[in-house]
């Protein structure tokens, strides 16, 4: 079932055969109650703009991810118009198939649908399409990752990023324009004070940050809870979990070297580890774009917790290249014959941090980029493959669906951001629809 809150709006005409359309209507809201955490609807077919608004007015204080309007049957623009007055959120038009062909033309959803589509284009409001029956297994997969994409669109509008500390020297691509940010995916962002956080971390007592050890131990192999690090990671991470609760945080962008190293005296990767793990996704280096794409992917794959790494090494006989990084990795990562396994930071020597190769499976590899004229998506897709940990630290090979080579020149040629956010599974249509949706140029390679 999606976590989405649906508001469906039946809309349709009495001059057409509003008999088999009230037949359509039972059969989506069926669907959609199975299918949906919430759904909003009237008890029938709404067939006047008066009968629209007065159903709005009823329910314009729910709170919703996605407006579902079905052309029932053809219904002239005044009634998406009177929707938008009360709710903003991303539209999703559906039109039905017409019951039976040969003399009347019985419903005209499709009409409808088309003059619905024109009225949100010439409003400039985010909308996507969908065309079949209710009982159509190819209609309900793309719905349903309509609705998705939808959720996710208004979760960016509502997200806000922590970020904890200013990014390292030279590290500009972490960096965000806040009101540019803002206005192209209604992302907000909110300072931390990192050495504010070291320094009324520690004064923090057991009793208050052994939980957060607790948990490490129980997905992480070879941890030594009595070591200082270990401890010095409980209590920045209580700290930080108070910050995010007080602040009300999406995800997290936080600087790690050198600070970590020279003021805390620990690797900042398990807490950065520990997050993710637990749907607070956090990038490194102070990577704003980074953590959004994390979260973008997460969001979209059902909760899978993603991955952020350099691009680091390819391999032209494999047609494959690694992803990697210091030491921070979501536990259930993990390649399952090892499981997330405890380490120092492989540069500094310092715990503690992640040392473990990825598992196997399908990913999508995807970064919210941005250059001096504004906004782009780049998509991937690829097979993590099966083998060894291909670098201390955290870090898997993927086997691209495009030559590497070629793809290696394109990536270095466009000049996109060192990170790269990685899900198992296949986002990749979802994200199509999401750049289209926000307008946002999109280069896929699959």
Partial sequence: MLNTSVLYLPIGRKTFDIEVAEQYRKQSESWLQASCAKVIAPSEILTSVEELEDFLQSIHHESIDTLLYQSVTFADGEFMVKALEYFTNPVVVWSVREPSVGGRLRLNSLTGGNSTSNVLRNHNHPFSFVFGNPNEEQLQHKLTKQLNVMRVIQSLTDMKVGVVGDYPPGFFFSQADEDELHQALGV???????????????????????????????QVIGLQRDDETVQKFAQFSTYIKREIEKEGFTSLAMRCWPDFFNNLGAAPCSTLSQFTEDGMVTSCESDIHGSISMFILRELAKGNAPYLGDLVHIDEEKNSAVFWHCGAGAYSLARPDTGATAGVHPNRKIGLAMDFGLKAGEVTIFRVSHTPDG??????????????QPFTGTSVEVELATDVTETLYDLMHAGYEPHFALVYGDVVDELKELGRILNIQTNLYN
Avoid: N
């Avoid at 909110?190 to 971390?201: G, R, V, Y």
């Fill in 188 to 218: 907000t962002l909110k300072k931390i004070d990192l050495q504010k956080a070291f320094k009324e971390c520690i004064t923090i007592p057991k009793s208050e940050w052994v939980g957060e050890v607790d948990r490490a131990e129980q």
């Fill in 375 to 388: 906004y782009r998506l780049l998509i991937m897709k690829g097979t993590a493959l099966d083998v060894e």
